[in-house]
């Protein structure tokens, strides 16, 4: 097999047979820690503009098929594993991981420590890195100056409203990147989805007359994405509002908090969240680089509703006198767990206990 390399910009060399397209990538390197799930993460716009590391230590044992997709193409630019399956099984499989990378135009690279490899990322942090069949001093020089796109949800994002009509409730839903397991969830509730791109205005927003409004996950600083801000403010003082993942950070943001970078985020389907007036603990699917920073809540109306029980990480708030909650994880979790799917619930109730407040009133 042809060799590849993976060059970090703190100058570690890993070496590995290539799969997948034969392109050279340079993006942010990141680990995910799921033991399953691998085609869910590698098509979640969360992803674009990352090299994902799986630290299972098999990938693609069961192939790739046409229901876990959770966008058309894969949104990582890259994906780095310790042993590549080359015969997977799977009643459902429609072809072999590494077919569907060379088909679908990404690359990757398989025989990696990737437990080493993980832990250099724990210690030193999310990195840039180039993935490449030859290190040259010309690619040295293009990580070292390489920068992440600040367009990313503005790439991912839907280009033209659409809608799942139904006679549920209405939601409009702003696209920043979501994945299909949200539509998924809300199309198992019964629920008339209007999707909106991430530019959207609330004045066209509301003009639909939606019922409630759900901000979705997506890639990418959320300081990149100020200009959703007003429309966020605007939108959450006329109907009940959802956050999750990035439309947390935004929802946040609206309201007076700050973002920052984490060391190396959260990236997996096994992380515990409590949550906090119920004294429930849920496992959670998460995906995010970016975190809202607890201490800049306190000069907010924000209240902490959850948090990560391993480094107390903000991964839920609500906005006082307002029907407008948010989540880091994702409670639609494909492919799981399934624990906090029933926030979407929580929030159709909170939808309809709004309708009838306005109807008394």
Same mark, same amino acid.
């Given at each position: ?6 060059l ?9 047979? @290539? ?16 033991m ?14 990352e ?23 894969? @949104?990582?630019? @890259? ?11 799977n ?16 690359? &990757? ?24 069949d ?37 939601i ?15 199309a ?23 019922? &409630? ?40 943001? @609206? ?9 190396? &985020? ?8 409590r ?17 809202v ?27 006082? &006198? ?34 009838k407040?306005t109807?008394?009133?």
């Amino acid at each position: 097999m042809k060799k590849r390399y993976l060059l970090l910009e703190n100058g570690s060399v890993y070496e590995g047979e @290539a799969f997948g397209a034969d392109v050279d990538i340079m993006a942010e390197l990141v680990f995910n820690t799921g033991m399953s799930g691998y085609q869910e993460s590698i098509t979640d716009l969360s992803y674009r503009g990352e090299i994902i590391v799986f630290t299972y230590p098999l990938i693609g044992n069961y192939g790739v098929n046409r229901d876990d997709f959770e966008s058309l193409r894969p @949104a990582a630019s @890259a994906i780095v594993v310790h042993e590549i399956a080359r015969r997977p099984s799977n009643w459902r499989k429609t072809m072999s991981l590494p077919e569907w990378a060379e088909k679908t135009g990404m690359p &990757g690279i398989t025989g990696i420590d990737t437990r080493a490899l993980t832990k250099e990322l724990r210690n030193q942090g999310s990195m840039k890195a180039a993935l490449v069949d030859e290190i040259t001093d010309e690619v040295v020089a293009r990580l070292k100056a390489f920068e992440t796109s600040k367009t990313m949800v503005a790439d991912a994002t839907t280009k033209t409203q659409y809608q799942n009509p139904t006679d549920g409730v209405s939601i409009a839903l702003i696209d920043f990147g979501l994945k299909n397991s949200i539509l998924r969830s809300l199309a198992k509730r019964g629920v008339n989805v209007m999707v909106f791109p991430a530019n959207v205005d609330a004045e066209t927003v509301l003009a639909a007359n939606p019922d &409630g409004i759900l901000l979705s996950n997506g890639p990418g600083d959320p300081k990149d994405v100020k200009y959703a801000i007003p429309t966020i403010q605007k939108l959450q003082k006329h109907l009940p509002l959802m956050g999750i993942c990035l439309g947390h950070q935004l929802f946040a943001i @609206a309201n007076g908090a700050e973002t920052y970078k984490m060391k190396f &985020g959260h990236r997996g389907f096994n992380h515990a969240v409590r949550t906090i007036s119920k004294a429930r603990l849920d496992f959670t699917s998460q995906n995010h680089g970016y975190a809202v920073e607890r201490a800049s809540l306190e000069k907010t109306d924000l209240v902490v509703t959850h948090e990560e029980i391993n480094d107390q990480t903000v991964e839920g708030v609500r906005l006082k &006198g307002y029907n407008a909650f948010s989540v880091q994880f994702h409670p639609d979790a494909a492919p799981g767990p399934h624990d906090a799917e029933y926030l979407f619930d929580e929030f159709l109730d909170m939808i309809a206990d709004s309708k009838k407040e306005t109807t008394n009133a």
